[in-house]
Structures are given as C-alpha cells and as structure tokens.
C-alpha cells in the first residue's frame, strides 16, 4: 500500500534510539527526508548514515529538548535544510519512576519540561508549516496514562496530559488542515527493556525466558511491542490515507489496557 509520503519531510524527537530510531527508518523506508532530534549527536549520526543509505536526506539536530528554545529551532533549522515539513513525531521522554512520597519537585518539573512541554513548543512552532501543507503531528504518550501505575505516576500524568492535548489540537486542526492522533504503546522492546530484563535475570537467577514470561504474565499480555510496530503506526497515522483519522488516542500495547 502506498501511504503517499514520498518526497515529504518529517521531524521526528527522540530519534537516536528506541522508537524514536526505528519511527526515523520507518518515514525515510517511505521516502521522506528527516530532521533527527536528540541530545547524542554521536548516535544521531548513525541513523542519519542509515537514513542516507536508503537514498534519503537525514540532518541531525543535536539538542536538549527541555530548553524551552529548542524546539523552535530545530523547526526554523528543518525548514531552512529540507524545505518544507509535513510531520511532526513528538517522541522524546523520559520520565522517572518510583514511590510519589519520594519524588520532588524537580523529577515533576523534569518529566514535564520534555515530553510534554517539549511536545507543546515543538507542535505549536511547527504548526503555521504543517497548517500550509496540510500535514500532522504524531505524539507517543503511553498506556500508563490510561491506567494508574503507584510508581509512574509523573510518566501516567504526562501521559494523559498528552491525550487531552491531543484532542484539543485536533480540535484546532479541523479547521486549520492538520491531524493530531496519539499512540499510546505499552512495554516496548527497547534497549532500556532489554537491560530490565537482565536486572531481573540477575535479581532472580532465573533464565531470560522465564523472566520474559513473568514479567509477560504480570502485564496480561502474550507478548511485549516491538519499536517497528510503533513506527509502522506512526506512517500509517501519517498518512492521508487515513485522513479521517483524528483526535485519536490509540492503545498499541497487546490488549493490556482492559478499559475504554
Ligand atoms: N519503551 C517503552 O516500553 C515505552 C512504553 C510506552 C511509552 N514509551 C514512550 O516512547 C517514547 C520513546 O521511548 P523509548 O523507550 O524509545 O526511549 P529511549 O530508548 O530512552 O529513547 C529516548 C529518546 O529520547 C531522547 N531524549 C531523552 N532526553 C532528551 C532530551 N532532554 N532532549 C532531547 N532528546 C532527549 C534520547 O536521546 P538522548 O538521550 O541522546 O537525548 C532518545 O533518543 C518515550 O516518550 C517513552 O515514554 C516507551
């Protein structure tokens, strides 16, 4: 199926690893050029090279997206290099965990400071570009703002902040042109699961398969996501194909989230 993104320029945060990497492989697989944001610009650099080997234009911005300047350079810097730009993907976070009575003040104001104000800046710098295209703006949130978590409870508000704003852009972007849709995954794949899932291979001597089904067990899920099915819903939401498709707060995340 072709989703009609040739040709079409994409900013995509978070993009050194993870999700973020694989949703910037995924976009430029589709034939877009893409503006990479993270601190690293070493690891930057090789996706930028893996991008430039599929016969794409990557540039990389190295930046630190709770600077409240940031994201509206990266969108002047993006404009300026590639011309143009239809997508944003707002997947920078971090977000720390642990027990509400221990966290302070500056964990709060940190969780908050890039994944939701980083996404706020980035989308509204980006918007009069995107509005002139008739582009969109792709958030990855999560599923622990659907459900309460006692030791996530910076990344579950973050979370759902992120899905309210959703629907309030959305509401704007019916009159100005452009979509925002969210997806909320649930435990993903990544290096920092892998390293997890060793901690609990040493904690608990057992082997990394039962440890996988345990944790696998306690979440109710057959399996955890994978960060190329992430990103290939990120290109499918980007696409025009699904034009009709916005305001939506989408659970990618194996069945685990049991409430509407
Ligand atoms: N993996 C999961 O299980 C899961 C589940 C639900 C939701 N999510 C969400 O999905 C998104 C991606 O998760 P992930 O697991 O792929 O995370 P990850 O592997 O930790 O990658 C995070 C990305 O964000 C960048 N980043 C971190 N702090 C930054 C800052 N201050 N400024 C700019 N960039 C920054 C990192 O690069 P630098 O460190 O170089 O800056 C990296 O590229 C996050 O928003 C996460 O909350 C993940």
Do not use: C
């Not at 079409?8 to 995924?26: D, E, M, N, P, W």
């Amino acid at each position: 199926m072709d989703l009609g993104l040739a040709g079409k320029v994409a900013i995509v945060t978070g993009a050194s690893r993870g999700i973020g990497r694989a949703i910037a492989l995924r976009l430029a697989a589709e034939g877009m050029d893409v503006a990479l944001v993270a601190r690293s610009g070493t690891l930057l650099d090789e996706v930028r090279r893996e991008i430039d080997a599929l016969g794409r234009e990557a540039v990389a911005f190295p930046a630190d997206l709770r600077d409240p300047e940031a994201p509206a350079r990266v969108v002047a810097a993006t404009s300026g290099a590639l011309g143009r730009l239809d997508l944003v993907v707002n997947n920078a976070g971090a977000t720390k965990r642990g027990d509400f009575l221990a966290l302070t003040d500056e964990d709060w104001a940190d969780g908050f400071a890039l994944k939701f104000f980083g996404a706020v800046r980035m989308t509204r710098a980006a918007w009069p570009l995107l509005q002139a295209v008739g582009g969109a703006v792709v958030i990855i949130a999560g599923n622990g703002g659907r459900t309460g978590d006692r030791e996530f409870a910076i990344g579950g508000t973050v979370n759902a902040a992120l899905g309210l704003l959703t629907k309030a852009l959305a509401d704007r972007g019916i009159a100005d042109g452009v979509r925002v849709n969210t997806i909320n995954p649930g435990i993903v794949e990544t290096d920092r699961f892998q390293a997890r899932l060793k901690r609990l291979v040493d904690e608990t001597g057992v082997g990394e398969a039962e440890a996988y089904d345990r944790m696998r067990a306690a979440h109710r899920v057959a399996r955890f996501g994978r960060p190329e099915e992430v990103a290939d819903l990120v290109a499918v939401m980007a696409s025009g194909r699904v034009g009709y498709l916005q305001g939506a707060v989408v659970d990618l995340d194996g069945g685990e989230t049991r409430t509407l």
